[in-house]
């Protein structure tokens, strides 16, 4: 959870815009350097160009490329930590999974790195204590922030004369102009299941809170709790009245973001990253498309923003540990920061990073992690692993059929228990 | 030396073999086992020695009973539907025609594919708007039946299995053939010539000839069906929410989605232990076979 401390350090940059380069190791590296990845389009390619840039960097190290699809990386990186032949770093979501592996002794902390180049003075406190600290030590640096919203069709709010919704009312007022004009409002594409926790984790940000959330995610509250229930049955609403393209089981979520793109459907629940996939198709952010934030729902409930922050982590078992430290402090550079973020339309963690260089779209997405008090991880990354696959099969379940909330919610909470309890 | 020891050749011989099969296959089998009677994360330094929890808690799981479930509709399908389209494939392409060469090549094509393609290539026929299966339902007028096969939890084991049978059947087909030049020719000529029609001819003296094969085709599927694993896996990662969960699906979900490798290392044994029961049977029948025709 990132809290005041975010705010405070964003808005910092916001008004300063800081300019502080990082100190790059100068010592001779030496051996072969692997650094493994989960970035798919634009992000892949730029992230293999850094390293390779860092290998050209220092001429006694030997890169081994190991490309990993995005989605196979998930598995395919704990059975290489089993067999203790990880790489040397490597990219991994911040929250319940670093957790998850530092808890299993298979990350290294890099608090020497984090000293020696004052680290902590260009990442926001927030970040570093969230996202970055585990068990009381410092074991990753951030590449990217990112946030969910609502990416729409701008020209179809247009043509439909529907503005942008703050409030839950407005949301489903505009989603039924676009039913009655026989547009489904809503794409979802919960093929690789993680695109429906957006939905679960907004509708119970808005109407429970971060902070009952965070019992949730901890296991100290029931998926059978009003606060669940409440927030299901909202999503049920909208399900059943067809505001959503039908078959969310069936597309990932490119597809959904082509589906509005399109014009097929009028807006998806999304991370900031959709920014770069339009980008590529020769959208123009703000003019082609443009996002609103998760409307309020209970004006009582104090607002949070959502999603992952994207890191590399050194593994314990790391060949060449010297090398994977340098590397991580290479990626701290707020040129790379920079234009990793630009590319894939993102947000840079670095404080050095001038707010100004982000288009118009992102430069607003600041202002609302900014203005909003708290900011929480995606489910799949604030619960605990096991949990997480219980609830992403839920969300498809829930997509299948929504009338069955209340006895999905049932099952969710036994199996869930379950693992809890197990944990403990 | 070697007329005292006259084994020393024999065991020379087995010796690397016998070493590359403990490493790859008796190893990792015996380590399975081990992890199973363990609460091992799967990526942790550390784990614990649990006895026989992990197989206590599997039969109250309602994921495993689930994929136990499709596991066996699964089985029941794989023993029936390409076990016959392979026979009846082999019976209309037996003979020298080059046209039935052509045809022998292409039903054998997607058993050179791998697993993973087949799945992909399937994935696109399945592909719910511009998906072969669904235009064609389309242009035939049954838009009612152009669904998103994979998305569904009613369809989408079945839908799985299809792209599975596409290549299981080109090797039944192979098999079925090899077994058909067996059959003797005279023998066939001596039913046609007692007045039996194809059917009876087929009912009566070519399939009892081909037990041996049917056998062969009946527990290479069997062991097939059982573990099949990438065909599912690229197609629906055993969803929507575990409907396409078939055992050893369920085994990977738990070790590495979930982050719990002694517990599915538990799935894994349950699977193997199935698999020999068949291997077992299989080589019974293979025993018995061979003494008839001794």
């Known amino acids: ?424 | 030396m070697l007329r005292r020891h006259p084994w020393i050749i024999p065991a020379s011989f087995l010796a690397l073999p016998l070493l590359v099969y403990f490493t790859f296959v008796i190893l990792p089998t015996m380590n399975s086992l081990y992890y199973s009677f363990t609460d091992w994360s799967g990526y942790g330094a550390d784990f614990n020695f649990v006895g026989a929890a992990n197989f206590e808690k599997i039969f109250s799981d309602r994921l495993f009973s689930n994929a136990i479930k499709n596991t066996a509709i699964w089985l029941a399908l794989a023993m029936t539907a390409p076990t016959l389209l392979g026979l009846a494939l082999a019976l209309a392409l037996q003979g020298k025609r080059k046209v039935n060469t052509i045809y022998k090549s292409l039903f054998y094509l997607p058993i050179c594919l791998s697993p993973v393609i087949i799945g992909i290539i399937w994935v696109w026929l399945y592909s719910p708007k511009l998906g072969i299966v669904n235009l064609f339902l389309r242009s035939i007028g049954l838009e009612d039946l152009a669904i998103a096969w994979l998305a569904r939890p009613n369809t989408a084991l079945i839908a799985v299995f299809v792209a599975w049978s596409w290549q299981q059947t080109g090797l039944n087909m192979v098999i079925f053939l090899a077994g058909l030049t067996s059959v003797p020719a005279p023998l066939v000529e001596a039913a046609k010539v007692d007045g039996a029609n194809y059917w009876q001819t087929l009912v009566k003296v070519i399939i009892p000839m081909l037990r041996p094969a049917t056998v062969v085709v009946l527990a290479l599927t069997a062991i097939n069906a059982l573990k099949s694993f990438e065909v599912i896996w690229v197609m629906t990662k055993g969803g929507p929410f575990n409907n396409s969960d078939t055992l050893a699906v369920f085994m990977y979900s738990e070790a590495f989605r979930k982050l719990k490798l002694g517990y599915g290392s538990s799935a894994a044994v349950i699977l193997f232990l199935m698999t020999l029961v068949i291997i077992v049977l299989y080589f019974r029948q293979v025993a018995k076979s061979d003494e008839l025709y001794e």
């Not at chain 1, 593994?315 to 990626?331: R, T």
């Not at chain 1, 379940?397 to 809890?420: C, H, K, S, T």
């Open chain 1, 1 to 424: 959870m990132l809290k005041k401390r975010l705010l405070v350090a964003i808005l910092a940059v916001l008004v300063a815009g800081l300019a502080v380069t990082p100190a790059l190791t100068q010592d001779d590296l030496m051996g072969d350097f692997t650094a493994s990845h989960y970035f798919g389009g634009f992000g892949g390619e730029y992230i293999e160009e850094i390293v390779d840039d860092f290998v050209a960097q220092h001429e006694g190290l030997n890169r081994e490329a190991s490309p990993v699809d995005h989605e196979q990386f998930k598995e395919s990186i704990l059975v290489q930590l089993a067999g203790n032949n990880p790489p040397d770093t490597f990219s991994y979501w911040a929250g319940g999974l670093i957790q998850a592996i530092v808890d299993g002794e298979r990350l290294q902390p890099i608090g020497d790195i984090w000293e020696a180049n004052d680290l902590g003075s260009q990442f926001p406190q927030g970040i570093i204590d969230s996202a970055l600290t585990y068990n009381g030590e410092i074991y990753a640096v951030p590449l990217t922030l990112h946030w969910v919203g609502m990416f729409y069709n701008t020209a179809l709010f247009a043509e439909h004369g529907v503005m942008p919704p703050t409030t839950w009312d407005e949301l489903v007022a505009a989603a039924e102009t676009f039913k009655m004009a026989g547009i489904p409002a809503f794409a979802l594409g919960s093929l690789n299941r993680w695109p429906g926790q957006f939905w679960f984790d907004m509708l119970l940000l808005r109407t429970a809170g971060n902070a009952y959330r965070q019992e949730l995610m901890n296991g100290k509250a029931s998926y059978t709790d009003d606060e669940v229930v409440r927030a299901y049955s909202m999503w049920n609403d909208l399900a059943q009245a067809g505001y959503f393209y039908p078959d969310a089981n069936a597309y990932d979520w490119d597809e959904a973001a082509n589906q509005v793109a399109n014009g097929e459907a009028a807006m998806t629940l999304m991370g900031t990253w959709i920014g770069g996939h339009y980008e590529s198709l020769g959208l123009v952010a703000g003019e082609d498309f443009d996002y609103f934030s998760f409307p309020t729902v209970d004006e009582d409930i104090p607002r949070a923003s959502l999603g992952p922050i994207d890191t590399f982590v050194v593994s314990a078992a790391a060949a060449n540990p010297d090398a994977a430290k340098a590397f991580l402090v290479h990626l701290t550079d707020p040129e790379i920061q920079l234009k990793f973020a630009l590319g894939a339309g993102n947000l840079a963690p670095s404080t050095a990073v001038d707010p100004g260089s982000y288009n118009t779209v992102v430069t607003r997405i600041l202002g609302e992690i900014a203005a909003d008090p708290d900011f929480a991880f995606n489910f799949d990354l604030a619960t605990l692993p096991a949990v997480a696959q219980i609830g992403l099969n839920s969300f498809q379940e829930f997509m299948a059929n929504p009338g069955d909330y209340e006895g999905i919610l049932e099952r969710v909470q036994e199996a869930a228990a379950a693992e809890f309890a197990a944990a403990m």
